[in-house]
DNA sequence: CCTTCGCGTCGAAGCGCTTCGATGGCCTGC
DNA sequence: GCAGGCCATCGAAGCGCTTCGACGCGAAGG
């Protein structure tokens, strides 16, 4: 069994070749009787353009590439969501998605695109001196960012306003009458690796917490459950006064929970906690956490569209902060 | 700047364009001094061969598509491992790695396939009645299936050899002199869902347990911690005698050393406790674990090269069992 | 010395598609 | 009744690459 091409497209529908590809791309009007004549055929046959040639013919491979910080050590979860809906919303588009991992590094990037094998690049987890920013901005296709590297400039970068969910948990916690809280964060390598989005987090907090009148205290945190327990530990002996603490570590959170149990706090009547995890985690501690969700699914979808729109020559903004939402659950009073 | 085609190489080496060709495939001989002289030409211009065209002249499109369960309730961390290592594999054999979603179905398959977008498939999670199998057998395009269906013929499957790995923890808890063992397994929607791997690993358990003379007993187990500890009370209720305990479930291998706590059995001078879980759940539990791995590289390593093997014409074992390593820790004696 | 062979290289024919300019038929308006 | 215009369709020229057959030349063989 041959494959289809547009050729025997063309003859079974009775038109020539180019009248079957206006059909199947709408870019010249074909009159309904002739269009329905190709599109049956096209069914018929079971029709399926061929990538590379169309690629070639048209210098759009309508794939775009993902790059994913495949190391350990990564927000799982979340990672995935974001694939999967990033995979889903290039679909929408009529795109496909190109894996790849960030350890083939600036090279890679380059390989793609000069390859043309992709059309535009999605790269997550950007830090804030990425040595594939430089290239990226050189590169004539079109590429969005999930985070913030030092100098946004000429770029499109996505991400969770995470300034503004650090805000809004010290907010919450105001709001409730709390006047000493603490937040504990990410695991002390990621601030040296400067990923941004922690600092941005804990900047947003101590802000408000100081516009509120707070006082407000702020550190890393590691994930292992003795560590997390030690930092508790150390926070409580320091602040007895401590009545709200912010887990903005997923991998902690439950740790926290364990940790305040065993020291004798009760979740919510002694301290509040809130956290900055996906949903699902908030929901499954128990007490069940009062959370802000990094919203991954809206964190891909958007990026995709982002990207689309570049693609068809859109200028789009430089940065795309996506609004927290903070859940209520029952940690916190 | 015109991107770089392989007319301005060949210009640039002063040779011919099939010249430049049989140089970058070396599908004939050619020269080493025109040979030097064309991989230079090619570096100084910066040349990437245009993939399109490549696909289109060649029907090679030097990309595989993987299609991975993206549902929710995944072991993610295992599958984040299997695609790394897939997409790391891939590119040593020069290919690239399509991201699919299962959700596509097999149309989706059908479409990449058909329209030459990719040479080969990899699908991770199949089931024992997969709607993608029967279309597998009929595709030109090569595949390769992580987890077998219910009849693997005229297909290549590649996994853990489940069976084993539930046998080799019988056999290191018989070896330990225990006369009463236990299996907790998946989550009954598993065995429900019929992929397969839960049933044959149970099989593989009591088989040589009774091979051994032990007294066995095999049965599901759900992931919350209130229903794992219902489960372990009541096999330990029913089963006095007890001594050990294999957990073919990650997100309840944790919470089964909760429970045994609770229940005042301490692990392992009471109840020996082996997992079968990746290592680093196993390493970070406490007391940790000892486990049989789940070797998600080796998985996807070995399915990528034997995907490769049949893009390159080779016929291939049509069931490749990965053997189960187990590594002795703290939750057994 | 001439033929034969093989090595290294070239030229050209596609691969299947998009797209541009051309064409022919038909309607409109004067 | 005819010029002008528009609509629907066609034909052909690439897109950048691989690959096949051909060719020239020096070495080997008779």
Redesign the pocket.
């Known amino acids: 069994m041959?494959?289809?091409?547009?050729?025997?497209?063309?003859k079974h529908a009775?038109?020539?070749?180019?009248?079957?590809?206006?059909v199947?791309?709408g870019?010249?009007?074909?009159?309904a009787?002739?269009?329905q004549r190709v599109l049956d055929s096209v069914r018929e046959l079971g029709?399926?353009?061929?990538a590379?040639?169309?690629a070639?013919?048209?210098?759009?491979a309508k794939v775009i590439a993902l790059v994913l910080p495949l190391r350990a050590g990564m927000n799982l979860p979340v990672l995935m969501q974001f694939a999967t809906s990033v995979v889903t919303t290039a679909r929408q588009y009529d795109h496909d998605v190109l894996l790849m991992t960030a350890d083939e590094g600036p090279d890679g990037l380059h390989r793609v695109a000069a390859s043309a094998l992709v059309d535009g690049l999605l790269l997550m987890d950007v830090e804030i001196h990425d040595p594939r920013v430089p290239l990226l901005r050189k590169l004539a296709e079109p590429s969005v960012l999930i985070g913030f590297p030092a100098d946004p400039e000429g770029l499109t970068c996505v991400d969770l306003d995470f300034a503004r969910a650090g805000a809004l948990c010290a907010e919450h916690l105001a709001d409730r009458g709390h006047r000493e809280i603490a937040l504990l964060g990410a695991p002390r390598v990621v601030y040296e690796r400067g990923t941004g989005f922690a600092e941005r987090t804990m900047a947003g907090f101590v802000e408000a917490a100081r516009r509120h009148g707070l006082q407000a205290d702020a550190r890393p945190c590691e994930e292992s459950f003795d560590e997390v327990y030690a930092a508790v530990k150390l926070l409580l002996d320091e602040r007895p006064g401590l009545s709200g603490l912010v887990v903005h570590n997923e991998a902690a959170a439950g740790h926290v929970l364990g940790a305040l149990r065993i020291l004798g706090r009760r979740v919510p009547e002694d301290v509040s906690v809130v956290a900055i995890c996906p949903d699902d985690i908030a929901e499954r501690a128990s007490p069940a956490l009062t959370s802000v969700l990094i919203p991954a699914e809206d964190v891909g979808r958007q990026a995709v569209r982002l990207l689309m729109a570049k693609l068809e020559g859109q200028t789009v903004p430089e940065s795309t902060l996506l609004e927290p939402r903070l859940t209520i659950r029952e940690s916190s009073r």
Chains 1, 2 share one sequence.
């Open positions: 041959r494959t289809v091409t547009i050729a025997d497209v063309a009775g038109v020539a070749v180019s009248t079957v590809s206006y199947l791309s870019k010249r009007t074909i009159s009787t002739t269009r029709y399926h353009p061929n590379g040639a169309r070639l013919a048209s210098k759009r």
